[in-house]
């Protein structure tokens, strides 16, 4: 199996690159076909996590104040924590979900079927380099998201805490 996904992931890798998916297939397609697998498969199916590690963020908007869900690849910092970035496909605004978890920092993920609380902290400039290279690791290129969108990219460590807030 982790030849086919090597495989699949190197013919696809070099498309996300692509102004084309940046612009229009990645944020016009994947939302939409990852809310369908997600609604068919009763939420134990996520299109991206056939290619990369993927997780479903729970927020809770910061102006609505109703809960929100992302589809997000993330990538595991070795220490029990997910690392996601607001790439937003190179866009030019931050995604919605990060400006949630900087109004509501407690959330929630859900990681191959299993949902858990969490508290989101923004990487600090200092540790971003390092962070970025790791992520690239995962997915080499993905850095260039955030070149390509004039801003500097919103990166979350998710902590793991225990649901009864004493995490």
Same mark, same amino acid.
């Given at each position: 199996?982790?030849?086919?996904?090597?495989?699949?992931?190197?013919?696809?890798?070099?498309?996300?690159?692509?102004?084309?998916?940046?612009?229009?297939?990645?944020?016009? +397609?994947?939302?939409?076909?990852?809310?369908?697998?997600?609604?068919?498969?009763?939420?134990?199916?996520?299109?991206?996590?056939? +290619?990369?590690?993927?997780?479903?963020?729970?927020?809770?908007? %910061?102006?609505?104040?109703?809960?929100?869900?992302?589809?997000?690849?993330?990538?595991?910092?070795?220490?029990?924590?997910?690392?996601?970035?607001?790439?937003?496909?190179?866009?030019?605004?931050?995604?919605?979900?990060?400006?949630?978890?900087?109004?509501?920092?407690?959330? %929630?993920?859900?990681?191959?079927?299993?949902?858990?609380?969490?508290? %989101?902290? +923004?990487?600090?400039?200092?540790?971003?380099?390092?962070?970025?290279?790791?992520?690239?690791?995962?997915?080499?290129?993905?850095?260039?998201?955030?070149?390509?969108?004039?801003?500097?990219?919103?990166?979350?460590?998710?902590?793991?805490?225990? %649901?009864?807030?004493?995490?």
């Amino acid at each position: 199996m982790t030849r086919v996904v090597d495989t699949v992931r190197a013919l696809i890798a070099p498309l996300t690159r692509t102004r084309v998916f940046r612009r229009f297939l990645g944020p016009a +397609l994947l939302p939409p076909i990852e809310r369908f697998v997600a609604w068919i498969s009763h939420g134990r199916v996520q299109v991206s996590a056939l +290619l990369v590690p993927s997780l479903v963020l729970h927020t809770i908007g %910061a102006k609505s104040g109703e809960p929100r869900d992302a589809p997000l690849m993330y990538c595991p910092d070795g220490q029990g924590r997910a690392i996601i970035a607001g790439t937003n496909f190179a866009g030019e605004r931050h995604p919605a979900w990060t400006s949630n978890l900087l109004a509501h920092p407690d959330a %929630a993920i859900t990681v191959r079927g299993r949902r858990m609380p969490v508290r %989101a902290s +923004l990487v600090p400039d200092d540790e971003r380099d390092a962070v970025w290279a790791r992520i690239e690791q995962q997915w080499p290129g993905y850095r260039n998201y955030e070149r390509e969108s004039g801003r500097t990219v919103r990166l979350f460590r998710l902590q793991p805490v225990r %649901a009864d807030g004493l995490g």
